[in-house]
């Protein structure tokens, strides 16, 4: 069935009803399984319009999971969920039905597998190319352990583009390990996919079907007969000398038509009969069944709630700009003023803002497809041949390149700017994508520069300023929208390392509380401030730091003077953040003040609201305003 709407009522689901185990889907005769799947789409319909979340790729698996929990014995058999965001008709299936409608909501279902959340969520996953290296792990510990079970490493998404699953995969054939991988190709990660494997992915596809026009003189796939691996079509299509999959070692099977559940659960009863590190390549369509997401794949990757019969908006509209649009903005600006500046993305370019970029200079826009390290290698050596590299990139991204930002970018000192997305936390995704470390893992890099804008406008001066700096620059900011100040057009290069007061409460007073704020938190810290003042009888000053690396060592030497409480404040990790950093210059003037850090505890925080969780955290102007009164009561009290 082809749908047009998101159901603002629960569609009647007789068969996914009785479904709260996958051993109650196993009693089903095989030919009930293409009604359990449209149940199961209408239902992800429904559920994704009840909470937001992702969409697409979901609609995208529903035979293919269908088919899988049907085949195998699942959970002593290991289904590993290799893109985390295309698992929600797995977790309908397993016992979570009742529940999806919480997805990413507080204290509600995960947006991704997460392994305390049931037992079928065999490795927890965010980021994406890692099923195959943890499926192989499982597969190697239950070998050790004489109790062999199947290991399914589901990858899809455009995951396959990494090159951590092509390590994972030549490992697998050197152990000859009892590992399926199901290659779900769909031409897409959140961007269309990129490259040359994905030219091959197609060029197999290409190979392994027979193209028909029916009566209507519309063209189709011709689908393959009852199968089994010992059918002569595809001991040819295993065969093919230019398949990339088999030149690695891997038996290879497919193309199969990814949307038809009963010669899926053909090929998977086939396949457990076989041994060894096997591949089935099928082929999907990212958002089937709803005609919206399947013309426009892109923006249905991900949805908002809804609750009227409209259909949905991929995009929700904001009246302050989106950091990302700033960011997009700058690019195209400050490329029309320089021929030398190249960007990269892997694979976020919308996520990123880099659509206009990429339409105004196609040949200065490189898409890497899902690979940071090679994005942060090949700046590298754009940077080596007199080129102005920049770097799109989430910050929990950013952490799978780090390696080669310390090795390669930093140690040479190369000229390349990183504009760092999604810092701080993350609301609904979670844990996986919070931006809660780049602060600690990168002011311990020598060379590199560091900056937090505190709004929207200050990040287009930033990320100005950091290109202009001759040597790696980082400019990290939100998710979302700015607090809705006016932008400059103009480009205008900050002092580096130079902080600035933003407010002043009571300045002459003799005890003063300075308020060291970094990016996202100036602004709260501004309004705690005001609220304090009405209640301590005391001056109070909020600093704009901007710069995390170097710091404004010179304005915290001349407040100390006058300063009985420093606070600082960030969104991000208070275990060697900015804060962190203020401590350590203090130490080194040898200066002993009342120091708090305010920022993210030493644990990782689930998903919710991003306004709950900097709530829950203290972080919002109401808990900083308490932490602050409460620190200053306790200085006044030891004095």
């Given at each position: 069935?082809?749908?047009?709407?998101?159901?603002?009522?629960?569609?009647?689901?007789?068969?996914?009803?009785?479904?709260?185990?996958?051993?109650?889907?196993?009693?089903?005769?095989?030919?009930?399984?293409?009604?359990?799947?449209d149940?199961?789409?209408?239902?992800?319909?429904?559920?994704?319009?009840?909470?937001?979340?992702?969409?697409?790729?979901?609609?995208?698996?529903?035979?293919?999971?269908?088919?899988?929990?049907?085949?195998?014995?699942?959970?002593?058999?290991?289904?590993?969920w290799?893109?985390?965001?295309?698992?929600?008709?797995?977790?309908?299936?397993?016992?979570?039905?009742?529940?999806?409608?919480?997805?990413?909501?507080?204290?509600?279902?995960?947006?991704?597998?997460?392994?305390?959340?049931?037992?079928?969520?065999?490795?927890?996953?965010?980021?994406s190319?890692?099923?195959?290296?943890?499926?192989?792990?499982?597969?190697?510990?239950?070998?050790?352990?004489?109790?062999?079970?199947?290991?399914?490493?589901?990858?899809?998404?455009?995951?396959?583009?990494?090159?951590?699953?092509?390590?994972?995969?030549?490992?697998?054939?050197?152990?000859?390990?009892?590992?399926?991988?199901?290659?779900?190709?769909?031409?897409?990660?959140?961007?269309?996919?990129?490259?040359?494997?994905?030219?091959?992915?197609?060029?197999?596809?290409?190979?392994?079907?027979?193209?028909h026009?029916?009566?209507?003189?519309?063209?189709?796939?011709?689908?393959?007969?009852?199968?089994?691996?010992?059918?002569?079509?595809?001991?040819?299509?295993?065969?093919?000398?230019?398949?990339?999959?088999?030149?690695?070692?891997?038996?290879?099977?497919?193309?199969?038509?990814?949307?038809?559940?009963?010669?899926?659960?053909?090929?998977?009863?086939?396949?457990?009969?076989?041994?060894?590190?096997?591949?089935?390549?099928?082929?999907?369509?990212?958002?089937?069944?709803?005609?919206?997401?399947?013309?426009?794949?892109?923006g249905?990757?991900?949805?908002?709630?809804?609750?009227?019969?409209?259909q949905?908006?991929?995009?929700?509209?904001?009246?302050?700009?989106?950091?990302?649009?700033?960011?997009?903005?700058?690019?195209?600006?400050?490329?029309?003023?320089?021929?030398r500046?190249?960007?990269?993305?892997?694979?976020?370019?919308?996520?990123?803002?880099?659509?206009?970029?990429?339409?105004?200079y196609?040949?200065?826009?490189?898409?890497?497809?899902?690979?940071?390290?090679?994005?942060?290698?090949?700046?590298?050596?754009?940077?080596?041949?007199?080129?102005?590299?920049?770097?799109?990139?989430?910050?929990?991204?950013?952490?799978?390149?780090?390696?080669?930002?310390?090795?390669?970018?930093?140690?040479?000192?190369?000229?390349?700017?990183?504009?760092?997305?999604?810092?701080?936390?993350?609301?609904?995704?979670?844990?996986?994508?919070?931006?809660?470390?780049?602060?600690?893992?990168?002011?311990?890099?020598?060379?590199?520069?560091?900056?937090?804008?505190?709004?929207?406008?200050?990040?287009?001066?930033?990320?100005h300023?950091?290109?202009?700096?001759?040597?790696?620059?980082?400019?990290?900011?939100?998710?979302?929208?700015?607090?809705?100040?006016d932008?400059?057009?103009?480009?205008?290069?900050?002092?580096?390392?130079?902080?600035?007061?933003?407010?002043?409460?009571?300045?002459?007073?003799?005890?003063?509380?300075?308020?060291?704020?970094?990016?996202?938190?100036?602004?709260?810290?501004?309004?705690?401030?005001?609220?304090?003042?009405?209640?301590?009888?005391?001056?109070?000053?909020?600093?704009?730091?901007?710069?995390?690396?170097?710091?404004?060592?010179?304005?915290?030497?001349?407040?100390?003077?006058?300063?009985?409480?420093?606070?600082?404040?960030?969104e991000?990790?208070?275990?060697?953040?900015?804060?962190?950093?203020?401590?350590?210059?203090?130490?080194?003037?040898?200066?002993?003040?009342?120091v708090?850090?305010?920022?993210?505890?030493?644990t990782?925080?689930?998903?919710?609201?991003?306004?709950q969780?900097?709530?829950?955290?203290?972080?919002?102007?109401?808990?900083?305003?308490?932490?602050?009164?409460?620190?200053?009561?306790?200085?006044?009290?030891?004095?």
């Open positions: 069935m082809l749908y047009t709407e998101i159901p603002t009522q629960r569609p009647v689901t007789p068969l996914l009803d009785v479904i709260d185990h996958p051993q109650q889907l196993r009693q089903f005769d095989s030919s009930q399984l293409e009604q359990v799947a149940e199961l789409r209408q239902y992800i319909l429904y559920a994704a319009g009840q909470s937001g979340g992702h969409f697409g790729a979901n609609l995208g698996v529903i035979e293919l999971t269908v088919a899988l929990h049907y085949c195998f014995n699942t959970p002593n058999d290991r289904l590993i290799d893109v985390g965001h295309q698992a929600y008709p797995h977790k309908v299936l397993t016992g979570r039905r009742d529940r999806l409608t919480t997805i990413r909501a507080k204290d509600g279902l995960a947006a991704f597998p997460l392994r305390e959340e049931s037992e079928f969520d065999h490795f927890g996953v965010g980021h190319s890692t099923a195959i290296s943890a499926g192989l792990g499982m597969a190697l510990a239950r070998r050790y352990q004489n109790d062999p079970c199947e290991v399914v490493a589901i990858v899809g998404d455009g995951a396959m583009t990494a090159g951590m699953a092509f390590e994972a995969m030549n490992d697998a054939v050197a152990h000859q390990a009892d590992l399926l991988v199901v290659l779900n190709d769909n031409d897409m990660s959140i961007s269309p996919s990129t490259g040359g494997f994905a030219k091959h992915l197609a060029a197999i596809w290409e190979k392994g079907h027979s193209i026009i029916d009566a209507e003189g519309t063209a189709f796939v011709a689908p393959y007969p009852e199968w089994d691996y010992t059918s002569r079509l595809h001991q040819a299509a295993t065969q093919e000398a230019d398949n990339l999959f088999k030149a690695i070692g891997f038996d290879y099977f497919g193309p199969f038509d990814g949307h038809d559940v009963q010669q899926l659960t053909q090929v998977f009863n086939a396949l457990k009969q076989r041994k060894g590190p096997r591949l089935v390549h099928i082929y999907t369509k990212k958002g089937k069944g709803f005609a919206p997401a399947e013309a426009d794949p892109i249905y990757h991900a949805i908002a709630k809804k609750t009227t019969p409209v949905i908006e991929a995009t929700p509209k904001k009246s302050a700009p989106k950091y990302s649009d700033i960011f997009g903005q700058w690019l195209c600006d400050e490329a029309a003023q320089d021929s500046l190249l960007a990269i993305t892997p694979a976020m370019c919308e996520g990123s803002g880099m659509v206009q970029f990429a339409k105004q196609p040949s200065r826009y490189f898409d890497v497809a899902i690979a940071e390290q090679h994005a942060v290698t090949l700046a590298a050596g754009m940077a080596c041949e007199g080129l102005k590299p920049v770097v799109a990139i989430y910050s929990t991204f950013l952490q799978r390149g780090y390696d080669q930002l310390i090795h390669d970018v930093a140690l040479q000192n190369l000229d390349v700017t990183f504009a760092i997305d999604r810092a701080g936390l993350v609301g609904e995704d979670g844990p996986t994508h919070a931006g809660a470390y780049d602060y600690a893992f990168m002011r311990t890099i020598p060379n590199l520069v560091i900056m937090a804008p505190k709004d929207e406008n200050e990040c287009r001066q930033m990320l300023t950091a290109y202009q700096y001759k040597g790696p620059a980082a400019v990290r900011y939100p998710r979302g929208a700015g607090i809705g100040v932008v400059d057009t103009h480009l205008t290069q900050l002092e580096l390392g130079r902080a600035e007061i933003v407010a002043e409460i009571n300045p002459q007073h003799e005890d003063q509380i300075s308020i060291l704020a970094f990016g996202s938190r100036v602004n709260p810290a501004v309004q705690a401030a005001t609220q304090l003042a009405e209640q301590l009888d005391v001056g109070i000053r909020v600093v704009n730091m901007r710069f995390v690396k170097p710091l404004d060592e010179q304005m915290l030497a001349d407040l100390t003077a006058t300063t009985s409480l420093f606070v600082t404040v960030e991000h990790a208070v275990m060697a953040g900015a804060g962190s950093a203020i401590n350590e210059a203090l130490a080194k003037m040898q200066v002993t003040k009342a708090v850090n305010l920022g993210l505890p030493d990782f925080l689930h998903h919710a609201d991003h306004a969780m900097l709530r829950d955290c203290g972080l919002d102007a109401v808990g900083i305003q308490a932490s602050i009164q409460q620190a200053w009561l306790k200085t006044t009290q030891s004095v």
